[in-house]
């Protein structure tokens, strides 16, 4: 091996960066957020049911929230009729903060476990929880 | 059928794992063993490649002279072009790696009617060179979002960057259009002129439209189709502390994702990706323009045994006197 001392300490530092999650995350248990979906309101509801189905809000809120902006400011429509032909107010505070009023649990679990910083609140006041 | 070849690869791959894991419902295969397996072959292909490039001898000191060597005081040398010591060969290695200096000085040779043969300056291979590489590190960077559970600021702050212009939701990043952009106008290059054509095979595709692929479903997974990603953060978290796990619900998107990022990793160490590494092993790069100064003694010369004239005339000393021949020494 030819200029080994120099070779090796480029392989180490190569190792180093790109076992860096591996080492990371050595020995961490993973804390799986678990949104919680225990406020009164929901738990006074006879069919806990959001406005669409679990898996549709799971992957698709964020899509859903920005058609709803859309067509409430651009095209004053404020009538959403979901996959069941339920009809619903289109508002993030009056409609999904309503039963979702722990933002803290509910919101901020996945999107702190995420690092995902979504801009509602820089707009739309925060719900006042008893809790902080 | 060199241009064929690499697509239908890819396509296979696309396929194999949709089939694997949206019909045969394999997700272990595909999301643990497969990317587990596709590591270890990264990492130990990558040392064995650089040990086996070190085990090369640099026989002449070989170092590419851009510019005015070290010379006399008055002068002036050129100490990034044309380095003299190991400070000025880590300067110039920098500008390489990180600015591709050698890709901005392409030339494009051109005959013209006359004839005559005009040489031009050509950019854009350095500039999308630049934009392919740079976006794909910062992507490399923030996807470490899903490598740490609590994100560092650094993390949060270069996508914060990436998404600045927050277009849609989610947040549409800039590196994501910048290096499909990119890739495309590399894979339109080889196709569009007729001598990169000739001298382009099959191995100079493939990498292109693995990339292609990898970002293509990338994207589509962020923007269009959109997958359970707290399942993804859990699964490949679950990876990467060996406590492996598969969440339910997550779209085959990202078993597809994941599959070609595993190709695209085990391919690695046995193609022409190895630039990687190989960029710091070229002679032609890393040695200082020192031959003047410094003897490069070839590590395979083989021992000669020297006789000097000073020992042979020791040796003949008295013969030589007495045949007449002239002595350096009484």
């Known amino acids: 091996m030819y200029n080994g001392g120099k070779i090796i300490a480029g392989l180490v530092v190569f190792l180093a960066i790109f076992l860096f999650p591996f080492y990371y995350n050595f020995g961490k248990a993973n804390a799986k957020p678990e949104p919680k979906l225990n406020t009164p309101v929901i738990q006074q509801l006879a069919e806990k049911k959001c406005v669409e189905s679990k898996d549709f809000m799971r992957q698709e809120h964020m899509q859903l929230l920005n058609d709803w902006r859309d067509s409430v400011v651009r095209d004053g429509n404020r009538i959403y009729v979901n996959a069941e032909g339920k009809k619903f107010t289109m508002s993030l505070q009056n409609t999904c903060l309503n039963c979702h009023s722990n933002k803290k649990e509910f919101c901020d679990s996945c999107h702190n476990y995420m690092a995902v910083k979504p801009y509602c609140f820089s707009c739309h006041i925060q719900p006042k929880e008893d809790k902080s | ?330």
């Not at chain 2, 295969?29 to 497969?34: E, S, W």
């Not at chain 2, 490649?49 to 005015?68: H, Y």
């Not at chain 2, 923007?223 to 490949?236: A, D, P, Q, R, S």
């Open chain 2, 1 to 330: 059928m060199k241009i064929v070849l690499p697509l239908v690869a890819v396509i296979v791959l696309v396929v194999i794992a949709f089939a694997g894991v949206g019909i045969a419902g394999m997700q272990f295969l595909f999301g643990v063993l497969i990317p587990y397996a596709a590591i270890a072959v990264f990492i130990l292909g990558f040392i064995y490649r650089v040990i086996s490039w070190s085990r090369s001898p640099v026989p002449f000191s070989i170092p590419t002279t851009a510019g005015q060597m070290k010379s006399f005081p008055w002068i002036k040398q050129n100490k990034l072009d044309n380095p003299s010591s190991t400070l000025g060969v880590i300067g110039r290695m920098a500008l390489e790696v990180l600015l591709f200096r050698s890709l901005f000085r392409n030339t494009k040779t051109e005959l013209r009617d006359g004839p005559t043969i005009t040489y031009g300056s050509e950019k854009f291979l350095w500039i999308a060179g630049l934009a392919f590489h740079w976006s794909f590190l910062i992507i490399f960077i923030r996807h470490f979002r899903f490598f740490m559970q609590d994100v560092p600021l650094v993390i949060r702050m270069i996508e914060g960057l990436d998404s600045f212009l927050q277009i849609g939701v989610p947040l549409l990043y800039l590196t994501d259009v910048v290096l499909l952009g990119a890739v495309t106008f590399l894979v339109f290059r080889r196709l569009s002129m007729p001598l990169i054509k000739y001298i382009s095979l099959p191995a100079d595709y493939f990498p292109l439209f693995l990339i292609m692929g990898i970002a293509i479903t990338g994207i589509l997974m962020r923007y269009f189709t959109k997958v359970y990603i707290v399942g993804v953060k859990e699964l490949v978290i679950g990876l990467l502390s060996f406590q492996p796990v598969i969440p339910d619900g997550i779209g085959v998107i990202f078993y597809i994702h994941l599959f070609l990022v595993s190709t695209l990793l085990a391919y690695f160490p046995m193609s022409k990706l190895m630039h990687m590494g190989g960029v710091f092993l070229s002679p032609t790069r890393n040695m200082a323009n020192n031959s003047r100064a410094v003897r490069h003694v070839n590590p395979w010369n083989y021992p000669v045994h020297v006789h000097t004239y000073a020992e042979y005339e020791e040796e003949f000393r008295e013969k030589m006197k007495k045949a007449g021949l002239p002595v350096e020494k009484e």
